[in-house]
């Protein structure tokens, strides 16, 4: 069985602290995803990673860096914590390249900015 | 640009059928998804389309029309464990990978 892991279920922050969010998969998959989740808003996608030290911009990347120096982890960190980004965040990964490859999903970190 | 559209929310007995639908506009189209989300849960792989038709699987059923960039999610003989939210996401290819665009999602409800 794939299995991504997020280093918190639950994560309190203040407003200007810097946060990292840990994901790991222990597949060997080439793609993770860092994705938010809001409610009427839907999945969306902050940065993804397609190769060790490779990064790239999803839709919504302002506030947000990555991180990936090996292969099964990659973090998403906020530089300086704002209230607007209390959110669910969900890391995904993806092996192959082929296109039905689906992605599997950690189980999330609920962050609050306070 | 990407657009993916679905009923906010549905309910339906125990033992119906329902059909959940999703309606997409994307700049390039390599296949579409559906997930299931339970409360507080990590979404879960249900079904992938990139050709027209019907794809089956057990009490779930895909539908595809590229033409009309259509696709519904059929959800037979419902029991109480399948009210959860269900992902539409359609994949475009982008540079050296490719992204999902994920709907706002459906909630549905089963009742008794």
């Known amino acids: 069985d794939v299995k991504v892991t997020q280093s918190s279920r639950y994560l309190v922050k203040r407003t200007g602290e810097k946060v990292f969010l840990e994901c790991v998969q222990d597949?060997?998959?080439?793609?993770m995803f860092w994705y938010r989740q809001d409610p009427g808003l839907g999945l969306r996608l902050i940065y993804f990673?397609?190769?060790?030290?490779?990064?790239e911009k999803g839709d919504i990347p302002e506030g947000y860096s990555v991180s990936r120096e090996k292969k099964e982890r990659f973090s998403l960190i906020l530089e300086s914590a704002s209230t607007n980004q209390t959110s669910m965040y969900l890391c995904?990964?993806?092996?192959?390249?082929?296109?039905?490859?689906?992605?599997?999903f950690g189980p999330g970190t609920r962050l609050t900015v306070l | 640009g990407q657009n993916i559209d679905q009923p906010t929310e549905m309910t339906a007995t125990e033992g119906a059928i329902v059909q959940i639908n999703c309606t997409y506009q994307?700049?390039?189209?390599?296949?579409l998804f559906w997930y299931q989300q339970h409360a507080g849960e990590a979404p879960t792989f249900l079904s992938y389309?990139?050709?027209?038709g019907l794809e089956e699987k057990g009490r779930f059923s895909s539908f595809l029309s590229r033409s009309k960039g259509y696709s519904y999610l059929l959800l037979k003989e419902l029991q109480m464990k399948d009210s959860a939210s269900y992902l539409c996401?359609?994949?475009?290819?982008?540079?050296?990978?490719?992204?999902?665009?994920f709907g706002t999602g459906t909630r549905l409800q089963v009742t008794l």
């Open positions: 995904a990964s993806r092996g192959g390249h082929r296109a039905s490859d689906t992605q599997y």
């Open positions: 597949m060997d998959h080439e793609n």
């Open positions: 990673s397609y190769d060790v030290k490779m990064k």
């Open positions: 994307t700049s390039g189209f390599n296949g």
């Open positions: 389309n990139v050709l027209d």
């Open positions: 996401a359609v994949r475009s290819p982008t540079g050296t990978a490719s992204k999902l665009t």
